[in-house]
């Protein structure tokens, strides 16, 4: 099993342009994260989805969207980035209240 | 909303030595995770505390729980370079059929050989 993978692993981009962030299990979870890391702030949460079918916010929502696309994935996508989106996005599964299983993270740069 | 602190924010010991990491919380914890990062990769689960006065162990990492449920310690008895990375404490928030953690800003570990 791979677990938890995501795409890409590094990107950069310009202001205002716009890009979608890819993630997928293979555990058969039911409940899906997207997280933000940044120094000396640990990850925070950006949205979530409890189920196929269902997203909601996190702590952190604005200038995000996400899509449960399936049980398996989970984007979320930049409209108009900005550089303080600037961070390492980390995707993570869980079966509901279980234990969180995290991806190898995506360092995104927007200069 | 709960906030976790971490304490020490860095750590340097020799190989060998004992170390202690501490997570302390505003609230009540209901449940508290350990998670360990290596520099450019994602986290590792170490493991989950539920119980006050819970104490688990694997290899040479124990955490405890404290009966209070206000703070927990991750302990590493004879510490080796395997352990540098970047430490973790997760605990849940809100209600739901998802859990959201909250966590703490991290311990950075360096073990020098």
């Known amino acids: 099993n791979a677990g938890v993978t995501q795409t890409p692993k590094f990107q950069v981009l310009k202001t205002g342009q716009s890009m979608t962030l890819q993630c997928a299990q293979d555990?058969?979870?039911?409940?899906m994260y997207w997280y933000r890391q940044d120094p000396g702030m640990g990850l925070r949460l950006i949205y979530y989805?409890?189920?196929?079918?269902?997203?909601d916010k996190g702590e952190v929502p604005n200038g995000y969207n996400v899509s449960r696309l399936n049980k398996r994935e989970f984007s979320l996508r930049l409209e108009s980035a900005a550089p303080s989106q600037t961070s390492v996005y980390f995707c993570?599964?869980?079966?509901?209240?279980?234990?969180?299983?995290f991806g190898p993270g995506t360092r995104l740069t927007v200069l | 909303s709960q906030e976790l602190e971490q304490s020490p924010q860095s750590l340097i010991v020799q190989e060998g030595k004992n170390l202690t990491i501490n997570c302390t919380s505003s609230?009540?914890?209901?449940?508290l995770y350990w998670y360990k990062q290596k520099y450019g990769e994602g986290l590792i689960f170490l493991m989950m505390?539920?119980?006050?006065?819970e104490e688990k162990s694997h290899e040479k990492i124990t955490a405890k729980l404290d009966e209070k449920k206000q703070q927990s310690s991750l302990h590493i008895t004879a510490s080796q370079p395997s352990h540098a990375g970047i430490y973790l404490c997760?605990?849940?928030?809100?209600?739901?059929?998802?859990?959201?953690?909250?966590f703490g800003s991290g311990t950075q570990l360096t073990v020098l050989p």
């Open positions: 989805s409890a189920s196929e079918g269902t997203t």
């Open positions: 609230k009540t914890l209901y449940g």
């Open positions: 997760g605990a849940p928030r809100g209600s739901g059929s998802a859990r959201q953690l909250t």
């Open positions: 555990m058969n979870h039911n409940s």
């Open positions: 505390l539920q119980k006050g006065g």
């Open positions: 993570a599964s869980s079966g509901g209240l279980d234990t969180q299983y």
